[in-house]
């Protein structure tokens, strides 16, 4: 069966190891699906995906003073930001809602479920 | 156009005529893959004496001209850190250690924030090892 295999300088393909590929056909890669981008304005966003399964997410949230990008889930130690996916819909909630935090909620078309 | 479209071994079908989903491909050139462009990896100690509190930072420059989405883990060296939700607690002795560690993004640096309160009636040393990886993703750009 072929594959399409690329691996890091100096490292031939014959010997390399997973951590030396840059490439191989072999592995199912994180492909972007849509990426949201938006304002939290109530205790719980719906983003809705339409992809008919539960994809795998990852989200970042600008938050404090001064403001910088934290990874979600997170906790200031008052209010907590969390999100969730069912077939349809990615959820952020936030709990005490806080003054508009900025997201970016990047889904795959990997299945995360 | 052209496109180049990989199947993972163990997806593979006999017959082309069945549709495979765009989840299990393994990579698609209509779309982004997630990539990994940084990758910072690195220690910190805390001195921090019996019954004191410490903190310290780190700013590393990423100068990259946009703030990247990232992925970090820290390890500590009395237990590993959950990304952000980063609280651990460990019991010694009568008292405990408690332990913050966040890792913060902006478009100029990757900020690493450490802090130890120590209780007990040990000085004591706490390492961390934070491993940070920077995607292509852009969460800003300048």
Same mark, same amino acid.
């Given at each position: 069966?072929?594959? *399409? ?5 100096? $490292? ?27 304002t939290i304005s109530s205790a719980t966003i719906?983003?809705?995906?339409? *992809?008919?399964?539960?994809? *795998?997410?990852?989200g970042w949230l600008k938050s404090g003073t001064p403001s910088s990008w934290v990874m979600l889930p997170y906790s200031d130690g008052t209010t907590k930001t969390v999100y @969730?996916? @069912?077939?349809?819909? $990615?959820?952020i909630r936030q709990d005490p809602l806080g003054s508009g935090d900025t997201y ?10 | ?23 299990? +491909?393994?990579?698609?050139? &209509? ?8 990758? /910072?990896?690195?220690? +910190?100690?805390? &001195? ?7 903190s &310290? ?6 100068? +990259? ?7 970090? /883990? ?8 959950v990304p952000n939700l980063s609280n651990i607690y ?8 408690f332990t913050n560690a966040s890792v913060t993004? &902006? ?6 924030f450490?802090s130890?309160d ?25």
């Amino acid at each position: 069966m072929s594959k *399409l295999v690329i691996s890091k300088p100096n $490292i031939s393909i014959e010997s390399a190891r997973p951590r030396d590929m840059v490439f191989d056909s072999n592995y199912n890669y994180i492909k972007i699906y849509k990426i949201f981008t938006g304002t939290i304005s109530s205790a719980t966003i719906t983003l809705s995906h339409n *992809l008919n399964y539960v994809p *795998l997410v990852f989200g970042w949230l600008k938050s404090g003073t001064p403001s910088s990008w934290v990874m979600l889930p997170y906790s200031d130690g008052t209010t907590k930001t969390v999100y @969730d996916a @069912d077939v349809t819909n $990615i959820y952020i909630r936030q709990d005490p809602l806080g003054s508009g935090d900025t997201y970016v909620v990047a889904v795959a078309f990997n299945r995360g479920v | 156009m052209g496109k180049i479209i990989t199947i993972p071994e163990d997806k593979r079908l006999l017959s082309d005529e069945t549709a495979i989903d765009i989840s299990q +491909l393994g990579f698609h050139s &209509d779309y982004q893959s997630l990539q990994i462009i940084r990758i /910072y990896k690195s220690t +910190l100690s805390l &001195d921090v004496v019996a019954g004191g509190f410490v903190s &310290d930072s780190r700013e590393i420059p990423h100068n +990259l001209k946009f703030t990247p989405a990232f992925f970090s /883990y820290i390890d500590a060296s009395i237990g590993p850190l959950v990304p952000n939700l980063s609280n651990i607690y460990q019991q010694l002795g009568a008292s405990g250690v408690f332990t913050n560690a966040s890792v913060t993004v &902006d478009n100029n640096n990757v900020t690493i924030f450490l802090s130890t309160d120590n209780p007990t009636p040990d000085n004591i040393t706490e390492t961390f090892t934070y491993y940070i990886f920077l995607f292509s993703i852009e969460l800003e750009r300048i």
